[in-house]
């Protein structure tokens, strides 16, 4: 990944959190001024992020290994587990066999005894690089599954070995790398499928059937005992 011009180039250099604190926060700054510098550097990054994978069409790739699976593994951890959570959410509403590895439901070990070429994984690796997740990618890899990478640099580990990489912006003006071009992916991921899934359409009516079934929603007219609306 190219480094934009006005990103500073020391920044690859502050692994953690704490560094990045130190760096950018080193001197006093209104709230003012930092929400302005937050909006901006999130809205360069997302920007950077959807023109590059726009140009690659290396989103479309990812979309039709998902399609094309058999069963869809998606795993993160720290961090890496929300974004993992996010896209597992937006999958499951349009396509069967969804499973989000989180190493406690379901773990690695499980789902790498019986790996087969028809399966997909898709992996969050951000830096500093859980070795969990590393570990797991390349092991998926080695026993012939698809591997897709959403990760900050070209060079980031499972990019050596990734089927498709997703790389994006995180440049951001916080001690924390930036989320927000790392949703946005997930969120391209999820409507690109759904759009192009077999019966997407029929899985979400019934979807929406189950949902009242199991009275999941609230509903504002709803009785609930005294004081409610006949």
Do not use: W
């Amino acid at each position: 990944m190219s480094i934009d011009e006005h990103d500073d180039p020391r920044d690859r250099e502050l692994s953690s959190p704490g560094d990045r604190y130190g760096e950018r926060f080193r001197t006093n700054i209104s709230a003012e001024a930092l929400l302005a510098k937050v909006i901006e550097t999130e809205t360069r990054s997302l920007a950077l992020t959807f023109a590059e994978l726009g140009a690659s069409g290396d989103i479309s790739r990812a979309v039709a290994l998902i399609l094309g699976a058999r069963r869809r593994y998606i795993t993160g951890r720290g961090k890496g587990a929300a974004y993992a959570d996010l896209l597992g959410a937006d999958l499951a509403t349009t396509l069967s066999n969804v499973f989000v590895v989180d190493g406690r439901s379901l773990t690695d070990l499980t789902v790498l005894t019986d790996v087969r070429a028809s399966d997909v994984l898709v992996a969050f690796t951000m830096r500093r690089y859980r070795e969990e997740t590393v570990r797991f990618g390349q092991l998926f890899s080695r026993a012939g599954g698809e591997l897709i990478v959403v990760t900050d640099a070209q060079d980031a580990p499972l990019a050596d070995v990734a089927s498709v990489l997703l790389p994006v912006h995180t440049n951001s003006a916080s001690s924390a790398d930036s989320p927000t071009a790392v949703a946005a992916v997930c969120h391209l991921l999820g409507t690109l499928t759904a759009a192009s899934a077999k019966g997407a359409r029929r899985r979400l009516a019934m979807r929406d059937e189950l949902a009242v079934d199991l009275d999941l929603y609230h509903v504002e007219n709803r009785s609930t005992g005294a004081g409610a609306p006949g």
